[in-house]
């Protein structure tokens, strides 16, 4: 049976629900960023605003020099989860196959076999986009195709309005003459890599074997192979399923309170959380710790990842920052777990400067070239300076 899967997404998420909010602000340029703060950096951006120059990420001061009459609104988070909650109710009569995103604006709904109760595939979908518009007032652009891969990578296509279709058997033609940093999956170190061989379109990679892939990007080509090809078995989560993540602890043996030590406790479990999110071309927007100390007591806490990583070092830097928030007493810690969820494809987009680009890149390689290391040598043949000591 062929599968059918919607793919709904309303660009720019927090500036349409700030629309819907305040109609003076239709057509204006809009930066979504928290006002005041010293570091304050873009939440997201209406088109007008992303056509001056503006991107997610980018530093308040820089975004308004490029865009210098742009509205700035304070992200009200609560408001875009109110918004993606009403969403997920309007979707619900069609599928009870629905995959949220991450208060986004993005919805995957599998409708697979459901034709004669709810009419051909392409009518559900123009229904439920015109369904979602009416209830909410949010244009959507929508999606159909046979799998998640397809449908999203559709998606991008059209953004920031529109519609399209994948016809089932036609996804690696949909997909050959496109650039490979629109595929979900395939990571800024596989590009660069792709790259150095002058390969940047599907086409010009679909034209390697397997062997030929792995010979560039090592174990991942077979996903490479299958990515840009149109394959993706992954199924779309029941409603209430509960979402992936990755969970990795350690006891502390001697119990410890130094901070040298702590790191690099927290090192090696972030080391290990990275491998199993690269080897499931996965990438995490959220990182949690949780601190156990001697006397019972625990504590949690968690940060934002954006953009989305499964780079070591990068979600290092993320895991210290809550190991501050979370260290707050003079007590020896007995275990540590690190969690990290809200796991998405590995971001399309890349830094916007050249330099951050190319930093990212170096990274990118270098755990990479690790983890070509471990599986040939094991995992304790290469290690990083700082978890000696631990």
Known sequence: MDRSIIH????????????????????????IAPEGAARAVVYDMSEEAYQ?????????????RRCRGAQVLSPRPERYRQAMARMLKTALPYSPLIEPGDDDGHL???????????????????????HIQADM?????????????????????????????????????FLAP??????????????????????TRVSEACRLTIDQLQTIVDQRGAVIHDRIRGIDPS?????????????????????????????HSLYRLVEQAGRDLRRQILAARRVGLILEYTDGVRR???????????????????????????????????????????LVFPPAQRPLFESERRHMEKQDRLVAAMDRIRRRFGSQAVTVGRTLVA
């Open 300 to 342: 949690a806490r968690q940060t934002a990842i954006r953009p989305a990583t499964a780079n070591d070092f990068s979600l290092f830097n993320h895991a210290r920052q809550v190991l501050d928030l979370a260290w707050t007493r003079r007590v020896r810690m007995r275990r540590m777990t690190v969690i990290c969820d809200r």
């Open 235 to 263: 199924p779309v989560r029941q409603i209430g399923q509960p979402l992936p993540k990755i969970v990795h602890s350690i006891e502390l043996g001697n119990d410890i309170h130094h901070r040298v030590q702590a790191e």
């Open 8 to 31: 709904i997404n309303v660009a720019d998420f927090a500036v349409a629900v700030e629309r819907v909010l305040d109609r003076r602000l239709a057509g204006r340029p809009v930066i």
């Open 178 to 199: 496109l650039p490979l940093f629109l595929i979900p999956g395939i990571e800024s170190g596989d590009l660069a890599r792709l790259n150095d061989f002058n390969i």
């Open 108 to 130: 995957f709904v599998d409708i697979s076999g459901s034709s004669r109760l709810l009419g051909p595939p392409v009518d559900v979908a123009w229904r439920l986009g015109r």
């Open 52 to 64: 001056a120059g503006v991107r997610k990420h980018m530093p308040l001061g820089w975004a308004l």
């Open 137 to 173: 007032e949010l244009v959507p652009i929508w999606s159909l195709a046979a799998n998640k891969l397809v449908a999203k990578t559709a998606s991008r296509l059209v953004k920031p309005d529109g519609e399209y279709i994948v016809e089932p058997g036609d996804e690696a033609a």
